[in-house]
């Protein structure tokens, strides 16, 4: 299992041995809406070929956070479940290699984006913009 929590879109995955099958939310990757984002939801699998995907059934759950959000925290979720699923079950060299071409095309394929949303305070509109000040 590996987790990607991406804003507020958190992700969770389960790894098993099987025929190469990810379906997210009990939808088949290959029909991910939106369609315009598809394609960086497959990174992971475009990037390593299919063929270390093959033995692999990995089950992805999503909720909370937008389109965007869920895509990107999807994305990183089953990059990471495929290296834990190689580092426990496969050997540690294939893992490596992994990790290694994920992280040469983009970091955050592994590595969780720590940014939030800045809570708001008092005195102003939102977290750092003051109130106008008026002297009349």
């Given at each position: 299992t590996a987790?990607?929590?991406h804003t507020e879109a958190v992700v969770s995955t389960q790894s098993t041995g099987g025929n190469g099958?990810?379906?997210v939310n009990g939808v088949p990757i290959d029909l991910i809406q939106p369609p315009t984002l598809r394609y960086k939801v497959l990174d992971p699998v475009l990037l390593l070929g299919k063929k270390r995907f093959e033995g692999v059934d990995i089950r992805v759950r999503c909720r909370g956070g937008?389109?965007?959000a869920r895509i990107y925290?999807?994305?990183q979720a089953i990059s990471k479940s495929l290296v834990a699923y190689y580092q426990k079950f496969v050997d540690e060299?294939?893992?490596k290699e992994?990790?290694?071409i994920l992280l040469n095309y983009d970091k955050?394929?592994?590595v969780a984006d720590p940014r939030r949303c800045e809570p708001k305070k008092f005195g102003g509109p939102g977290a750092r913009a003051r109130y106008q000040k008026s002297y009349r």
């Amino acid at each position: 299992t590996a987790s990607a929590p991406h804003t507020e879109a958190v992700v969770s995955t389960q790894s098993t041995g099987g025929n190469g099958m990810i379906k997210v939310n009990g939808v088949p990757i290959d029909l991910i809406q939106p369609p315009t984002l598809r394609y960086k939801v497959l990174d992971p699998v475009l990037l390593l070929g299919k063929k270390r995907f093959e033995g692999v059934d990995i089950r992805v759950r999503c909720r909370g956070g937008g389109a965007t959000a869920r895509i990107y925290a999807i994305r990183q979720a089953i990059s990471k479940s495929l290296v834990a699923y190689y580092q426990k079950f496969v050997d540690e060299t294939s893992k490596k290699e992994i990790k290694d071409i994920l992280l040469n095309y983009d970091k955050s394929m592994l590595v969780a984006d720590p940014r939030r949303c800045e809570p708001k305070k008092f005195g102003g509109p939102g977290a750092r913009a003051r109130y106008q000040k008026s002297y009349r």
